[in-house]
Each structure stands twice: as structure tokens, then as C-alpha cells.
DNA sequence: GCATAACTTGAGGGCAGGGTCAACTTTCTG
DNA sequence: CAGAAAGTTGACCCTGCCCTCAAGTTATGC
């Protein structure tokens, strides 16, 4: 993942074996997990680790990006199979926040960005183009307030973000009631007076999603 | 703050010094500051420090408590001199909101439990019969949905708290949005079918926010 | 099968932060 | 003012994690 050079065979399988177990790390314990594990779940020393990839952005980058793009293309299909606009929007979302809930790698990827880890950054900023066309085919159709943008749907991801990781262990379904309540607060008929500020740009978003 | 004995003229001095330099480094950098920096700018060793307060929850429950306490009473005071009971609800949400952006220890404060803290805690606490008491006026107003309860407060919190550290840097007032979204998800005009989940008791909430 | 390039190893250095304690200094008390 | 009690110091140890590199091992091409 670092090289297109030919790798030597013991390599090339000590490779997968670090992908394999960084998934399986990342997977559990989210992806801080110090890379000594890694290596050690991998059987193999850190220097090697290292060897292979120069950062932990560059693990990340090796290995997430497949499942990311997986689980969020089976929402995406899952949400557009749905007539309902408003249906459609909520499934998707929910689907999302699924994933944060089962996977401390994803609740991660999703809420985050790793700077040197850009294809899984592509994929996330892909991810968001999709849930645009949701967002406004719900507004169209009247259901969403239409002072809201994609951009807005941080918000929502940053919470079950933050909530999952607080009640995972006493109510591990609870992320589920914020949501509803959240989502509620996108209905066009939930809509008060003007909102107070303009959402945020692309750019801020991906500022402040490094800073996380 | 550790005990009642009287102390020596010179630490009395000194424990004067760390809980001001406490107070300003817990403002500046938030709750989980190095100790070692508050005794270097209280201008002492963190042997001195540590022969005062046991733990950093003892310092951070001999300087917090104080400052909770008068700025959630002067937001309660606001907030109920309001007729609207909703406008009521929400200026003292936001009021609570504007501490967390403005000071990084409120907002530890504010979305954490430290569980050696005790004062600390006692106070959050109460905090929480007082907003209920908004609440409770909002819902009988009918401006409130009638499904969901202080500890969903909670929420806006966590999601604020969680904002605002993202995002300060780079749209420090964003957060009012995000704010905006979700109150008018507690609107009762808001309400889609019934929230999945049931609110998150106070044992749980204790316990979720001692994982932050 | 040998030379060489490729690869791995693990001890160890660095840094940040928590926490301790024996030796020293200051205050207090009679 | 001396002795005792109280308090302070800062070097030091510990843990966790990152990251490197000289020495050793293994695959590969000829």
C-alpha cells in the first residue's frame, strides 16, 4: 500500500498479516489503538510495522477505506430503493449512525479526518455528495426544512459520534433516541425562527474535522 | 480544601497561589491540563501540589464548584424571569451553551462527571432539577414534546460540548446552529412517531458521563 | 549454492505526564 | 531562641506510546 514496487514473498505476506490485524485492532478499539499493538496482534515487531508504512495515517489509508466504501454504498442502496423522501433520508442517516455504534474504527472515520490518510478522506467527502441528493430530494418533497444543508448532517454524525462512545456501556441504544430528536429537529414543520448562524462551509468542515 | 486543620502561614500562601493558577489554566486549557503545569505557574514544585490535593479531581473539586455554581444560578435567574416558558427553556440552554464555548473547564464541567469531584457533582446535579423545572413549564405550555425529559438535555450538551471543541478554531459560533437544529427538535410541533428509545435514566447518565 | 539485496528484529532513545520521597527550609510554640 | 512540627523541593521512577537503527536473517536471481 506504500509502494507498487514487487514485494518478497515473506514480506508481502507479513503485509497482509499487518493489514489483517490492524483491521482487527482498529475494529475494536477504535483508531488511536497504539500501533505496538498492531504489530503484536500481527506477530510481527513494530519496526516493521513501520517499515511498511510510515505513519499510522498511512495504516489507516491502507486499510479503511474498503469498508468504508462498502458500508456507505449499502446505506446509499438501502436509502434510494425507499419512495419516501423523508423515509429515504432517515434510513440512510440511521444506517450511518449504525455503523458508528458497531465500530469504533467507523465512528471514527465518519466523524474525523486523518490528513495523510486521503483515500479514506476522498471517500468520506464522496460520501457526503450522495447524502446531498437525499437531503434535497427530502427538501423538495417538503419534509426537511429547507434552511439546511448537507453540511448540517455533521452535526448529527458528530453527536452519535460523542454519544455512542459515553453510553455504549450503560445504554448502547440510546444514541438511537438523540437521533430521533435530532432528525425531528430537520423537519420543515420543527422549523422556528431563522437560524442564527450559516452553516458551515466545506472547508470549515474539514477544518474541524481534523481538529477532533 | 483537603482538610480543616489550620495551615502554616507560608502554605496557606501557596494554596492560595495553585488554586489560582488552577482556576486560570483549567480556563484556558480545560480540565485535564498537566498538573504540572499549574504548579509551575503557581510558581511551586508539583510536590507541593500534590501534598495539597491528593488528585486532580480534588484540586478540580476545590476550584470548579464555585464558578459552576454562579454561573448556572445567574442562567437560571435569566431564564426564569422570562414569561414564554419555551423562550424561558431556551435562553437558559443557551446561556449554559455560551459557558461551554467560552471556557473550556465549563464545558468539561458541564458534559463530564469527575468521580472524585464530589461538590462538583453535587452541583451538576442540581442543576438538573432546576432545568427540569423549565422543562416541565415548557411541556405543560405545550411548547415542549411531551416524550422527552430533562436527561435528554443532556444531549444538547454532549453535542455542544463536542462542537464547540471542533470547531472553535474555525467557526467559533457555529455551534448556535447546531443548537438551533436540535431545540426545534424538542418543539412539539416537532414530534414524528414516538422516539425509539426510553430517556436515559439518572444512573445512566451519571455513569455515561464519568466515560467522557 | 552463493552473493546480494530485501527484510526483520528488538533493544533502546525520546517525550509527556503521573506520582513519590529523603533531604532540606520555614514557621510556630513555649 | 531552640526544638519540633509543618511544609517544600526537585530529582527520580514509572507507564505508555512513538519511532529508529545496527545487527542479524531470509528470499531471490544467477
Redesign the pocket.
Known amino acids: 500500500m506504500t509502494e507498487g514496487?514487487?514485494?518478497?514473498?515473506?514480506?508481502?505476506?507479513?503485509?497482509e498479516r499487518l493489514m489483517a490485524a490492524a483491521a482487527e485492532a482498529f475494529r475494536e478499539r477504535g483508531l488511536?489503538?497504539?500501533?505496538?499493538?498492531i504489530?503484536q496482534r500481527a506477530?510481527?515487531?513494530?519496526?516493521?510495522?513501520?517499515?511498511?508504512f510510515?505513519?499510522?495515517d498511512a495504516l489507516i489509508d491502507a486499510v479503511m477505506p474498503a469498508l468504508v466504501e462498502a458500508a456507505v454504498r449499502d446505506a446509499l442502496a438501502h436509502a434510494e430503493a425507499i419512495e419516501d423522501p423523508w423515509e429515504a433520508l432517515t434510513v440512510y442517516v440511521t444506517m450511518v449512525c449504525e455503523l458508528q455504534a458497531g465500530n469504533p474504527a467507523l465512528n471514527d472515520a465518519v466523524s474525523r479526518r486523518f490528513p495523510d490518510a486521503e483515500a479514506l478522506t476522498a471517500i468520506c467527502d464522496a460520501q457526503m455528495d450522495h447524502a446531498r441528493g437525499l437531503l434535497q430530494r427530502a427538501q423538495a418533497a417538503g419534509a426537511v426544512r429547507p434552511d439546511c444543508s448537507v453540511e448540517d448532517l455533521a452535526y448529527l454524525f458528530w453527536a452519535t459520534s460523542t454519544i455512542v462512545r459515553a453510553t455504549v456501556g450503560v445504554a448502547p441504544q440510546t444514541w438511537r433516541r438523540a437521533l430521533a430528536l435530532n432528525l425531528d429537529g430537520l423537519r420543515a414543520r420543527a422549523a422556528g425562527p431563522a437560524l442564527p448562524e450559516p452553516p458551515l462551509t466545506r472547508t470549515q468542515l474539514h477544518t474541524a474535522m481534523l481538529e477532533m
Chains 1, 2 share one sequence.
Open positions: 514496487v514487487r514485494l518478497r514473498r515473506d514480506a508481502q505476506r507479513n503485509l488511536q489503538v497504539p500501533l505496538e499493538e504489530a506477530g510481527l515487531s513494530p519496526g516493521t510495522l513501520y517499515n511498511r510510515r505513519s499510522r
